[in-house]
């Protein structure tokens, strides 16, 4: 069946680094575009980035855009969200989801959330 | 950018009664709408998409309706399992994956 395991949540301070991971079973990533959505404590569910299916196409919120990174092991079927120059509100869950169709599209499937706190 | 809104923020109902919640889109949309159920501590579960096409293995009680800017979700017997958060997403504007602020059906 299909599932998304995620890893790589911590504490990290201001202006710290994170790599966050999202392995895939049950699909092969390659077929869809996958993303990466986040809900800081109590506020409502806030997208982040989307790399198409191909792999050629990626975007971001305004909000991370330069500081985040999407990518992906087709290899090990695992996607990553590198976050870099993390902000106190950056706080929050991290989801990784597959899209169920184009970049334009809703998300059928997600990962249990790993949390990033930014704290001095 | 596109304003999702959801009313009400909270809703105290009881177990078996019919509970509607609303969302409105600030533009025109069309059925590029999504529910999700989000329970504490729980990742989101897709519950309908194209404003109205249950997904998969979700309970014929849930009822998604409408098009253009106003939506609704529709439980027609609340169950206890029914008790979580509800948001729904729109995906036919950039950004795609914009999401409503929730609404909270609680047990009253």
């Known amino acids: 069946q299909v599932q998304l395991v995620q890893s790589g949540g911590d504490v990290v301070q201001p202006g710290g680094s994170l790599r966050l991971s999202c392995a895939v079973s049950g699909f092969t990533i390659s077929h869809y575009a996958m993303h990466w959505v986040r809900q800081a404590p109590g506020k409502a569910l806030d997208w982040v980035a989307v790399?198409?299916?191909?792999?050629?196409?990626?975007y971001y919120a305004d909000s991370v855009r330069g500081r985040f990174t999407i990518s992906r092991d087709i290899s090990e079927n695992t996607l990553y969200l590198q976050v870099t120059g993390l902000i106190v509100e950056d706080t929050a869950v991290y989801y990784c989801?597959?899209?169920?169709?184009?970049?334009?599209?809703?998300?059928?499937?997600w990962g249990q959330g790993t949390l990033v706190t930014v704290s001095s | 950018e596109i304003v999702m809104t959801q009313s009400p923020a909270t809703l105290s109902v009881s177990p078996g009664e019919r509970v509607t919640l609303s969302c409105r889109a600030g533009?025109?949309?069309?059925?590029?709408l999504a529910w999700y159920q989000q329970k504490p501590g729980q990742a989101p579960r897709l519950l309908i998409y194209?404003?109205?096409t249950r997904a998969t293995g979700i309970p014929a009680r849930f009822t998604g309706s409408g098009s253009g800017t106003e939506f609704a979700l529709t439980i027609s017997s609340l169950q206890s399992e029914d008790f979580a958060v509800y948001s729904c997403q729109q995906y036919m504007k950039w950004p795609y994956g914009l999401f409503g602020g929730g609404t909270k059906v609680e047990i009253k």
């Open positions: 790399v198409s299916s191909d792999g050629k196409t990626k």
């Open positions: 533009q025109n949309i069309s059925s590029n």
């Open positions: 989801a597959r899209g169920h169709g184009t970049l334009r599209t809703y998300y059928d499937y």
């Open positions: 194209a404003a109205s």
